[in-house]
Nanobody, 119 residues
């Protein structure tokens, strides 16, 4: 069983930066990709960014392109999200997720970390 633990959330003023980290523990058959999602108050969970483990292919939601950067630590099975130029609309609970195959869903999820951006 894989466990994911996020850290690095907090309160920041608009224009500021935060770096989220996600560490994994336990064993998994494989890691195809890891990603970040978020859920803002009263909204559905949405995709933020993801990175594949083999080729390192990266995707971002349009709303965060140019401001957020995802990176990974392969041996540690860890993923990071550097968030710059934060906006109040980035306020959400941010979740880390791991996917073990190309065709499957994200199998494992963290508990989330709160990011609050004040205006």
């Amino acid at each position: 069983q894989v466990q994911l633990v996020e850290s690095g959330g907090g309160l920041v003023q608009a224009g500021g930066s935060l770096r989220l980290s996600c560490a994994s523990s336990g064993r998994t058959s494989s890691t195809y990709a890891m990603g970040w999602f978020r859920r803002a108050p009263g909204k559905e969970r949405e995709f933020v960014s993801a990175i594949t483990w083999g080729a390192g292919i990266i995707n971002y939601a349009d709303s965060v392109k140019g401001r957020f950067t995802i990176s990974r630590d392969g041996p540690k099975i860890a993923v990071y999200l550097q968030m710059n130029s934060l906006k109040p609309e980035d306020t959400a609970v941010y979740y880390c997720a791991l996917r073990t195959s190309l065709s499957g869903p994200y199998n494992y999820w963290g508990q989330g970390t709160q990011v609050t951006v004040s205006s």
